[in-house]
Nanobody, 124 residues
Framework: QVQLVESGGGLVQPGGSLKLSCAASGFTFSEYLVEWYRQAPGKERELVAGITTRGESTSYADFVKGRFTISRDNARRIAYLQMNSLEPEDTAVYFC?????????????????WGQGTQVTVAS
């Protein structure tokens, strides 16, 4: 059974930190790039960060650059999002998505899995 399970969300004060985890099962995690998205109330889901299959490359939305760090541990089948200097505007449900990459072509294979999300609330 394919599963992506996020954890680590919660309530934190402005300026604080949280580390989100995304645990994968039921598929070959190392063949998937991983992305973190977030969705605030009344807003569209937006891409926060991404990491390639072996973790050799990362990318970030401008609004989190320098504050958030994405990483992965393929042996443990977990991806992480370290969030520092959190701001009230970071309040959202955070989702991870696994996007399969074709090994031969290094292009997306059209298979994607989503987690159920974890709530992050930044408030004093």
């Amino acid at each position: 059974q394919v599963q992506l399970v996020e954890s680590g969300g919660g309530l934190v004060q402005p300026g604080g930190s949280l580390k989100l985890s995304c645990a994968a099962s039921g598929f070959t995690f190392s063949e998937y790039l991983v992305e973190w998205y977030r969705q605030a109330p009344g807003k569209e889901r937006e891409l926060v960060a991404g990491i390639t299959t072996r973790g050799e490359s990362t990318s970030y939305a401008d609004f989190v650059k320098g504050r958030f760090t994405i990483s992965r541990d393929n042996a443990r089948r977990i991806a992480y999002l370290q969030m520092n200097s959190l701001e009230p505007e970071d309040t959202a449900v955070y989702f991870c998505r696994a996007n399969k990459i074709n090994v031969a072509s290094s292009k997306p294979a059209g298979i994607k899995y989503w987690g159920q999300g974890t709530q992050v609330t930044v408030a004093s």
